[in-house]
């Protein structure tokens, strides 16, 4: 079983930084591939950002490539998301997802993820 806690979110104005954190525990936390998702007020959860276990490789959406960063510092079991020039529509709510197998998946579905943490709000203002 694994635990995973999101920190960070918050209120911004447009073109702010935020930077969310997710503390797992119950793991050995490089086993497995996590990922960040997001749902936006009356929208279905979409996919974000994953990274690897190793932490070596990443990718993104279309929607947040070349804002947001995902990052993962194994020895403090914590995955990041540097989110730089947020927008209105980033407004959602963030959640990490941890998969069971190392490697980032071929598809964005959240089904593929095991365990989730249990959101940290993110509001842009414009």
């Known amino acids: 079983q694994v635990q995973l806690v999101e920190s960070g979110g918050g209120l911004v104005q447009a073109g702010d930084s935020l930077r969310l954190s997710c503390a797992a525990s119950?793991?050995?936390?490089?086993?497995?591939?996590m990922g960040w998702f997001r749902r936006a007020p009356g929208k279905e959860r979409e996919f974000g950002a994953a990274?690897?276990?190793?932490?070596?490789?990443?990718t993104y959406s279309v929607s947040v490539k070349g804002r947001f960063t995902i990052a993962r510092d194994n020895a403090k079991n914590t995955l990041y998301l540097q989110m730089n020039s947020l927008k209105p529509e980033d407004t959602a709510v963030y959640f990490c997802?941890?998969?069971?197998?190392?490697?980032?998946?071929?598809?964005?579905?959240?089904?593929?993820?095991?365990?989730w943490g249990q959101g940290t709000q993110v509001t842009v203002s414009s």
């Open positions: 997802a941890s998969r069971l197998s190392r490697t980032i998946p071929d598809s964005y579905s959240d089904s593929l993820y095991s365990y």
């Open positions: 990274i690897d276990g190793s932490g070596t490789s990443t």
């Open positions: 119950g793991r050995t936390f490089s086993a497995g591939a």
